[in-house]
């Protein structure tokens, strides 16, 4: 069945460093690909997302570019905050006329030091 | 105000006992969602529901059962909780429009409930 993996934890970097969280994905067909945050207490918000082969979604400073030649959808930031501390959540989402579930990875957390 | 509003937030209860979860959206979606959440395994689907008469189970549906009991409301019921059931657990909606032009519904999700068995 369709599985996302993520890279493991926690990832821990100093303010305005570069960030990388890696995800790659297995499916069949044509998924549409996200990155949802959860802050300490919070329920999940979706950070961005990309529905298509070479769409790169953008939000808040993040990137994602959709890979489909090596089934990848990295999370890039080029300046990390305290305020990006999180943890964040690679998912696939089967198409809305099938069931639009969403299936997760396991999760990276994040933290930012001054 | 919260679209989507879980109660209650924080549960401590014992082996055995009958947990009932709740979910209310104001959104208006037909689509409603349970999901949990464990370190290390991200979120898992347990049920799902396309609207009051349309009800399946996801992944994990072992020991669990739910309720649509209108198109706003979606209840997960753990009937003799365990201790392998702690966990925090999700409730997401989104709505049902789908063709070509549609490639996802976005899913929007509650707060969240931490549920604690001793």
């Known amino acids: 069945g369709d599985s996302v993996t993520q890279m493991e934890g926690p990832v821990t970097l100093s303010e305005e460093a570069f960030l990388t969280i890696n995800c790659t994905y297995t499916a069949t067909g044509y998924p549409s690909l996200f990155w949802y945050v959860q802050y300490p207490g919070e329920g999940l918000q979706l950070l961005l997302k990309a529905t298509k082969a070479d769409d790169k979604g953008s939000n808040k400073g993040f990137e994602a570019t959709y890979r489909k030649e090596t089934t990848s959808f990295h999370l890039e930031k080029g300046s990390v905050q305290v305020s990006d501390s999180a943890v964040y959540f690679c998912?696939?989402?089967?198409?809305?006329?099938?069931?639009?579930?969403?299936?997760f990875g396991q999760g990276t957390t994040l933290q930012v030091k001054p | 105000d919260a679209d989507v509003t879980q109660t209650p937030r924080n549960r401590i209860t014992k082996t055995g006992k009958r947990i009932m979860l709740e979910c209310s959206q104001t959104k208006g979606h037909d689509r409603m969602y349970w999901y949990r959440q464990d370190p290390g395994l991200g979120l898992r689907l347990i049920y799902y529901s396309f609207d009051v008469k349309d009800i399946n189970k996801g992944e994990i549906s072992d020991g669990y059962s739910v309720s649509r009991q209108a198109q706003a409301k979606f209840s997960l019921s753990l009937e003799s909780a365990i201790p392998n059931q702690t966990a925090l657990y999700f409730c997401?909606?989104?709505?049902?429009?789908?063709?070509?032009?549609?490639?996802?519904?976005?899913?929007?999700f509650g707060p969240g409930t931490r549920l604690t068995v001793l």
């Open positions: 998912a696939l989402s089967e198409p809305p006329g099938n069931t639009g579930k969403l299936i």
């Open positions: 997401a909606t989104s709505d049902s429009t789908s063709g070509q032009s549609k490639a996802y519904n976005e899913q929007f």
